[in-house]
């Protein structure tokens, strides 16, 4: 599952240009992204992909919603200093939970494949839908009601079409096998089920 091939057959860029191109196709041409832009066993760029988005997203939060991550005393502020506490949290968000969190999510969605697709690609095609999947998410630490919501919602979108695409299955399919990784990453990691909530509650009262 952590094979890099530096190569790739989808001919995808590296560096940092490479990820910006694949975040503005994914988000706005992602039927033909997922299509050409996923390579068998090439996990490097959809990895780190992933880690990029989720260390916008915590830093996010740091800057604008520090609570979240530090508060009811969660994660112990070092050496008194925030600066360096946020540096920590981003370093073991980029080496440790973000890889821990895409690979962990990505063999649940191949266990969840295996019930709903017979002719499957391989794992390594399934951690790279789930990381470029991530896309919308880089909006989601925005302190607006709803915005974590749409992003989640979107997200999902890609994922199914994604898993589509890549597995050649039917979006039902993809979105029966795709729905419970979208909650946990979508939803729970990035916030989406409780924006939803406290949308509903604003809409509600």
């Known amino acids: 599952m952590t094979t890099w091939v530096e190569t790739p057959g989808g001919g995808r860029d590296r560096g940092p240009s490479g990820m910006v191109r694949a975040w503005v196709e994914v988000l706005v041409r992602p039927r033909r992204f997922f299509q050409n832009g996923v ?45 360096l506490t946020a540096v920590f949290i981003g370093l073991v968000t980029a080496v440790v939970a973000a890889p821990a969190m895409l690979h962990l999510v990505s063999a649940i969605q191949t266990v969840l494949l295996m019930f709903t697709v017979d002719d499957r690609a391989g794992v390594s095609e399934t951690v790279q839908v789930v990381g470029y999947a991530t896309a919308p998410c880089v909006f989601a630490w925005l302190p607006i009601p709803g915005v974590a919501a749409v992003c989640g919602l979107y997200a999902t979108g890609l994922l199914i079409v994604g898993l589509a695409v890549v597995h050649r299955t039917t979006l039902l399919r993809a979105g029966l096998a795709g729905v419970l990784p979208a909650v946990l990453v979508f939803g729970v990691v990035f916030g989406g089920l409780v924006d939803a909530s406290a949308v509903a509650e604003l809409v509600a009262g």
């Open 39 to 83: 390579a068998p066993g090439d996990q490097a760029p959809g990895l780190s992909f992933a880690i990029a988005i989720a260390l916008i997203y915590v830093g996010g939060l740091l800057s604008t919603q520090p609570a979240r991550v530090l508060g009811d005393d969660r994660i112990p502020v070092l050496a008194d200093s925030v600066g």
